[in-house]
């Protein structure tokens, strides 16, 4: 992460700031959402462990007198996980526009707030021997990956909405999309600690930029 300061000047507001409008709007409405549909898996598979419910409903029923057998039950467990699973989909739905949105950004962006300009400048900074350059070259390939992983969330996601076009690639796409949800979980914790550690020690202001933008970019 390069070293960035909020900036706070209203006379060079005109001037491109160090993280573009796109690249703040994709940013936040894109954590929102990607922790959204971690809720929804973390509500289905272990909150309400759905699978589970009909046989508990069963058992309640039966202490009342009524003997209704979970398979009968399965019906009604479903609604609710199908709500669940709606939300997951036009989430999803929302999350791919936002991707969509997001390489329109990298096209629109200029000078150094392009990523290749962000990159070739932690080059220079490591060249110099600065401490924290080799990290920072990291962490940058890390939101490289990130947009891979993204990218393959987004493919199969939709392979799964439209299963009923895609039946011979419908199983090996849910096992990818289910599977790499490990390491979307993975870049998610990395990042929000990284950040944090960032924000308290060598980086102050790193959050503030990814709101206000930073310094211009030709600054920073
Ligand atoms: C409270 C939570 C979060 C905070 C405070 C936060 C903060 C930040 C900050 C400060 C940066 C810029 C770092 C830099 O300049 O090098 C950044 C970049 C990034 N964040 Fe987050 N983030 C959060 C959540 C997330 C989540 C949940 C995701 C993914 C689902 C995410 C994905 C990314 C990506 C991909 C970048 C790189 C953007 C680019 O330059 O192309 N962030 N984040
Ligand atoms: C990026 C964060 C996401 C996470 C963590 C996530 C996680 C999951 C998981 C764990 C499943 C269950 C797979 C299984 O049953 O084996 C699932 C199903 C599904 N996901 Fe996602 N997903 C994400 C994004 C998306 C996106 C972008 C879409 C695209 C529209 C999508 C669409 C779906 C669909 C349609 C299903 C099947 C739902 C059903 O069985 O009715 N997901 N997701």
């Known amino acids: 992460m390069a070293a960035i300061q909020p900036f ?4 060079t507001v005109a001037v491109s700031r160090h993280n573009s ?6 940013h936040w409405s894109n954590s ?8 929804t898996i973390l509500f289905l598979f272990i909150v309400l462990k759905v699978k589970t419910l009909a046989p508990e409903f069963s058992q309640v ?9 979970a398979t009968e039950l399965r019906g009604l467990t479903r609604i609710v996980s199908h709500r669940i699973w709606d939300w997951h989909i036009w989430v999803g739905i929302a999350i791919s526009c936002l991707l969509a949105f997001r390489v329109i950004v990298s096209f629109r962006q200029r000078g150094s707030q392009r990523t290749a300009a962000k990159l070739a400048a932690i080059r220079a900074r490591e060249a110099r021997g600065e401490a924290g350059a ?12 990130f947009y891979i992983i993204l990218a393959v969330m987004v493919i199969t996601g939709l392979v799964l ?12 796409s849910e096992t990818i999309h289910e599977y790499t949800m490990y390491a979307v979980i993975a870049f998610v914790v990395a990042h929000i600690l990284g950040v944090f550690r ?16 930073g310094k211009p970019a030709e600054e920073a």
């Open 61 to 69: 029923l039966a202490e009342k007198g009524v003997n209704l057998p």
């Open 161 to 172: 909405v439209f299963e009923d076009y895609l039946e011979p690639i419908k199983e090996v």
């Open 32 to 39: 929102g959402l990607v922790l959204f549909q971690l809720m």
């Open 21 to 26: 409008l796109g690249l703040r709007i994709w």
């Open 134 to 145: 080799t990290k920072a070259r990291w962490v940058r390939y890390s939101y490289r990956a």
């Open 198 to 213: 960032s924000e308290v020690t060598d980086e102050p202001g790193v959050v503030s930029a990814m709101i206000n933008g």
């Open 8 to 11: 706070s000047s209203s006379s």
